[in-house]
């Protein structure tokens, strides 16, 4: 066994136990050329040591980052920290796109309920105008947010009470997205108004333009997809309210 101690090895089943995988699963990276025992010992016992604890980790934690096992394979004895960094902010990047599109996908079905809710019996057409209304009021936020449409649009300064007042009512009307308040309840009129109060959608725009140049100047990078996605949906439930208790008042 060569230097090293055999009270310092560990058999598959107990290399298994002190990491919390099964021991197929070690038989399979061994397949795979992935984990080697470190020497194996009488009868053929294939026996690890400490550094294949470590090497077992590695793969786990990239594993679950989603990088595959080729990708494991060929990243093997690079630097540590640069892989792991590497690994970590292409998880978040994918896990940001995957964040935005269920925003979106969530507002669709919130708008779809509020439509079932009023009408009289499913009308297919009329489901699929209503998605159709969603994607683009999706398109119209995404594109203020990020700018394109607010061409010598005035930046407003923001007291510190006014940014109170929006950072509050962006998470009370997540809030209540989350509970499954539709626009036309109660609630989300209470939420309305205080948008209204604080100078509605041209005024949302406008703030969240100069966060958003903040952002990209600033010394840290924000996912734009994933913050632009909550900002849009959460705007776009303001305005249908809104929308809803102006009609009503009309009325």
Known sequence: MGEQSSQDLMTVGELASRVGVTVRTIQYY???????????????????SSSDVDRLNRIITL???GLSLSQ????????????????????????????????????ALQSLRAHLAVADHVDWSESASAVGSVRDREDMLWSAITGESLEGC???ELSREEVICWHQLMGDTIEA???????????????AIRFSSLGGMPHALAGLKRLANQRSSG???????????IQRRTLSFLQDALDCSRSDTRE
Request: charged share 35%; glycine share 10%.
């Open 63 to 65: 594993k679950y980052l």
């Open 219 to 229: 010394p840290k990078q924000y996912g734009r997809d994933f913050y632009a996605g």
């Open 30 to 48: 061994d397949q795979r050329g992935l984990l080697h025992p470190t020497c194996k010992g009488e009868q053929n016992l294939r026996l690890y």
């Open 154 to 156: 005035p930046i407003p």
């Open 177 to 191: 997205m989350h509970d499954g308040v539709l626009a036309t309840d109660e609630r989300a009129r209470a939420l």
């Open 72 to 107: 494991i394979q060929e990243g093997e004895g690079s630097d540590p920290d640069g892989e792991l960094t590497g690994a970590l902010a292409e998880r978040e990047a994918e896990l940001e796109r995957e964040s935005a599109r269920i925003l979106r996908d969530m507002n």
